[in-house]
């Protein structure tokens, strides 16, 4: 049974940084897309960043420059390291991952067959 469990989430002040984590577990081989993606109260859920298996990554524009997604296959691992946060950035914050292989990382969340269970991340002004 494959198992997202994600980490690294609290509170910080804006500007501050945090490295989420979500470790893999239960996979035969690793996951041909893997990706972030953020829901605060009131708002649809969105995505934050998605990376191949090939290394080609995708950010939300409210994010680039300032968020790297990176995957440590070794350790079935994948991370997202948020720098300069700001409180628009407050949400839960969950990583998706899928098994089918494919040339483009699907956009439609659906497509993702395993999902964590989410870990908050709060940017006070």
């Given at each position: ?35 972030w993606l953020r829901q ?25 420059g300032r968020f790297t ?57």
């Amino acid at each position: 049974q494959v198992q997202l469990v994600e980490s690294g989430g609290g509170s910080v002040q804006s500007g501050g940084s945090l490295r989420l984590s979500c470790a893999v577990s239960g996979y035969t081989d690793h996951g041909f897309c893997m990706g972030w993606l953020r829901q605060a109260p009131g708002k649809e859920r969105e995505w934050v960043a998605r990376i191949h298996s090939d290394g080609s990554t995708y950010y939300a524009d409210s994010v680039k420059g300032r968020f790297t997604i990176s995957r440590d296959n070794a350790k079935n691992t994948l991370y997202l390291q948020m720098n300069s946060l700001k409180p628009e950035d407050t949400a839960m914050y969950y990583c998706a991952a899928s098994s089918t292989p494919v040339r483009l990382c699907p956009v439609i969340p659906s497509l993702y067959q395993y999902w964590g269970q989410g870990t908050q991340v709060t940017v006070s002004s």
